[in-house]
Nanobody, 119 residues
Framework: VQLQESGPGLVKPSQTLSLTCTVSGGSITTNTYSWTWIRQPPGKGLEWMGAITDSGYTHYAASLRSRTSISRDTSKNQFTLQLSSVTPEDTAVYYC????????????WGQGTQVTVSS
């Protein structure tokens, strides 16, 4: 299984950040897996942002729920993150990750993509 993030590396404040994760080697509708976005701001730890399950249900971090939307395109085997009203505090490396709910592990990670919020 491989995951690859794509999207702009620079976003202006107040705009919407949009990232897509393309999955190969496995279907995003396969039972047991959730497809997750995790980010790491510079000098800080990993932050779980939200996920979409194999059935299409979404879950979001409470601190980001009002600004976050995760969706999917099953025909392209992709899932997408949208984060609105960004500020420089949203500058981070963003990862798409597969979570195995049965094993309770994050077993496959994308390489990560740097997103900088700056005017």
């Amino acid at each position: 299984v491989q995951l690859q993030e794509s999207g702009p590396g620079l976003v202006k404040p107040s705009q919407t950040l949009s990232l897509t994760c393309t999955v190969s080697g496995g279907s995003i509708t396969t039972n047991t897996y959730s497809w997750t976005w995790i980010r790491q701001p510079p000098g800080k730890g990993l932050e779980w942002m939200g996920a979409i399950t194999d059935s299409g249900y979404t879950h979001y971090a409470a601190s980001l729920r009002s600004r976050t939307s995760i969706s999917r395109d099953t025909s392209k085997n992709q899932f997408t993150l949208q984060l609105s009203s960004v500020t420089p505090e949203d500058t981070a490396v963003y990862y798409c990750v597969r979570r195995n709910r049965s094993l309770r592990t994050y077993d496959y990670w994308g390489q990560g993509t740097q997103v900088t919020v700056s005017s």
